[in-house]
T-cell receptor
């Protein structure tokens, strides 16, 4: 079956530091890949996505590249802000009809001023 | 746009009682909603897919008689945990599908069963 593994947190950074959250997946075929973010007290929001190999998703300064050869979709941001403090979830969705979202365990990120 | 709310955000109940959790799409109509369960430091696990006007589709291992789902309108789905026990304590999250395959998530409901 499908599965997603992401690095455990919490990750604590200073403002303007570089952020990387590793995500690897196991799936049959070529799934679509997602990063969701959950700010305190809010629902999960789609941050970015990529639907095929070598695609790069980007949003709000975050980027992730779909790497088929390493089955990875690592999230990066060059200079984090305090407002980026949140829990980040990596997820995949298979291409077959009816396939559902499979989530990683989430990584809590805390950015200190 | 595409806001999903849940009520209550936090509930404590006694063992053996039933608890209802509401999931509403505030500014759009959702024919399909999803219910997830999240244990501490673990992934969101899909419990069931809720389709307006029809029976929910439950994932393997989820007891349909324990977790009753009703999607009676295009903006409301409810999850009722019947005869709750301490092992049902968890964080329950709903989402609604809008504009194709994108899911919009509610903020979650924390259930504690004493």
């Amino acid at each position: 079956g499908n599965s997603v593994t992401q690095m455990e947190g919490p990750v604590t950074l200073s403002e303007e530091a570089f952020l990387t959250i590793n995500c690897t997946y196991t799936a049959t075929g070529y799934p679509s890949l997602f990063w969701y973010v959950q700010y305190p007290g809010e629902g999960l929001q789609l941050l970015l996505k990529a639907t095929k190999a070598d695609d790069k998703g980007s949003n709000k300064g975050f980027e992730a590249t779909y790497r088929k050869e390493t089955t990875s979709f690592h999230l990066e941001k060059g200079s984090v802000q305090v407002s980026d403090s949140a829990v980040y979830f990596c997820a995949l969705k298979g291409k077959a009809a009816g396939n559902k979202l499979t989530f990683g365990g989430g990584t809590r990120v805390l950015v200190k001023p | 746009g595409a806001v999903v709310s849940q009520h209550p955000s936090w509930v404590i109940c006694k063992s053996g009682t039933s608890v209802k959790i509401e999931c509403r799409s505030l500014d759009f109509q959702a024919t399909t909603m999803f219910w997830y369960r999240q244990f501490p430091k673990q992934s969101l696990m899909l419990m069931a897919t809720s389709n307006e006007g029809s029976k929910a589709t439950y994932e393997q291992g989820v007891e349909k008689d324990k977790f009753l789902i009703n999607h009676a309108s295009l903006t409301l789905s409810t999850l009722t945990v019947t005869s709750a026990h301490p092992e049902d304590s968890s964080f329950y999250i709903c989402s609604a599908k809008y504009q194709g395959d994108t899911q919009y998530f509610g903020p979650g409901t924390r259930l504690t069963v004493l």
